[in-house]
Each structure stands twice: as structure tokens, then as C-alpha cells.
């Protein structure tokens, strides 16, 4: 069964909050109008943010679209993403990402609506 593309869609009280939360973690609006509703992409990732409009985050999936995953070289490493996101006044809620070290880490941060997000470098 091929379900298509998939996304999150999250439930947001604050759309203006959450997409400047976004955008410091490098998503750009790419849909939506703006003021219930906005698509937001990173790359391959996409993120939809609606006001009002749902309850709960919800798990999407577009048949019809395509999204692919494979390891890709020249990524920005978990240590600078955190040094990154600090800079930008984004807290840290937890990390493993000692400077010294390179390879697997992972950091942990929440949204404006408590929902948590993490980066986990596998390599």
C-alpha cells in the first residue's frame, strides 16, 4: 500500500509563534494562507501548522506525492545544529552533543505548543 507523502500537521494556538519557532529551525513557507494555515518545508520535511482548525496533531499522508530518504554526505553535524539553534534563542531542553566528539548525538527541543522535537544523528 503505497500511502503517498507524509507530513505532520500540528494543532498550533499561536500560528505567528509557531512560525518564527520554525523558520529558526530552517523552514520556509511553501502554502497555506497565512493566517489559519501554513505549509512549511525543510528540504524533503514538511510540516503543516493549523489554527483552529484541528484539535490534535495529526499524522498525514498525500497519496500522489513522493518523499525519499537516503543517507546524504555533506550534512550539517547534530553539534552545530545545537550551537545554531542557541544562537538563535532556541532552549535546549536536552542534548548529548559534546563538541568534542563527533558521530551519533541527539538534542531535544520543544514549540511554543509543547510539542517535542528531536535530532538524532545517526552517523
Known sequence: MDLGAFSVSLAVKDLQASLAFYSKLGFEAVGGDGEA?????????VI??????????????????????????GFTDVRQLRASLEQAGVGIAS??????????????IADPDGNT???????
Not at 494555515?37 to 520535511?45: D, P, V
Request: glycine share 12%; proline share 4%; hydrophobic share 40%.
Open 37 to 45: 494555515w501554513t505549509i512549511l518545508a525543510n528540504g524533503s520535511t
Open 48 to 73: 503543516g501548522l493549523f489554527q483552529g482548525m484541528f484539535e490534535n496533531n495529526i499524522l498525514t499522508f498525500n497519496p500522489g506525492w513522493v518523499g525519499v530518504g537516503q543517507e546524504v554526505d
Open 95 to 108: 542534548a548529548n552533543t559534546d563538541d568534542a566528539s563527533e558521530g551519533p548525538a541527539h538534542l531535544i
Open 117 to 123: 522535537i528531536m535530532i538524532d544523528q545517526h552517523r
